[in-house]
């Protein structure tokens, strides 16, 4: 399975911009690059996919690199809320209702 | 978005005990569950998953008579540590897929304590 790469931690400012960073150089041509995030004793939530193209959504922005090997996910403007674990994940849109497997993902920490 | 439950929160238990976890999607048919434990300042790790009305695929490394999983309709699964000990006191998430989903919902965990 085509494997990520993340910083263990992260911080930032609050209301700046925050650019998570995800390395997936073995990715291949049929994998998803899917981000979700875990806040402290809650379950994890979605945040955006893509496949090629960058993306945008009522939370985030995933900007994918044209080789497809990094991705980046961008919280334009960081709230207390967003301290999370954030996880990227490949998966692969062949296999139907396929697992997902985390890494160790990132942990933002939002300075006020 | 879709809502997926989990029924306890937070449970107590001594040693031994058996213990069922339920995980329901609200307003989804979920064809597929999955389960998976969390240890303290540790990344999720899957234990099984389960399609409806079939029995439940489990990672290798589980056991499959000590985690029970029964997922009997679209819209429940249950997950019953048998037996309990110290050391599967954990945080256990479920999370649920639709037929044509192509992104999980998760529910909000269970704190498993075993004493």
């Known amino acids: 399975d085509a494997k990520t790469t993340q910083p263990n931690s992260m911080e930032s400012n609050e209301e700046e911009p925050v650019h998570l960073p995800c390395n997936h150089s073995t990715i291949s041509g049929t994998d998803y690059i899917h981000w979700y995030r875990q806040l402290p004793s809650q379950g994890p939530e979605y945040v955006i996919h893509g496949l090629t193209s960058n993306v945008n959504n009522r939370m985030a922005s995933l900007a994918i690199a044209e080789d497809r090997k990094s991705s980046t996910l961008i919280l334009h403007r960081a709230t207390l809320r967003d301290a999370a674990v954030y996880y990227c994940i490949l998966r692969d849109v062949r296999r139907g209702n396929e697992k997902l497997t985390f890494g160790t993902g990132t942990r933002l920490t939002i300075i006020p | 978005g879709a809502v997926v439950s989990q029924h306890p929160s937070r449970v107590i238990c001594k040693s031994g005990t058996s213990v069922k976890i339920e995980c329901r999607s609200l307003?989804?048919?979920?064809?597929?569950m999955f389960w998976y434990r969390q240890f303290p300042k540790q990344s999720l790790m899957l234990m099984a998953t389960s399609n409806e009305g079939s029995k439940a695929t489990y990672e290798q490394g589980v056991e499959k008579d000590k985690f029970l999983i029964n997922h009997a309709s679209l819209t429940l699964s249950t997950l019953t540590v048998t037996s309990a000990h110290p050391e599967d006191s954990s945080f256990y998430i479920c999370?649920?897929?639709?037929?044509?989903?192509?992104?999980?919902?998760f529910g909000p965990g269970t704190r498993l304590t075993v004493l």
């Open positions: 999370s649920a897929q639709g037929l044509a989903g192509i992104r999980q919902f």
């Open positions: 307003d989804f048919q979920a064809t597929t």
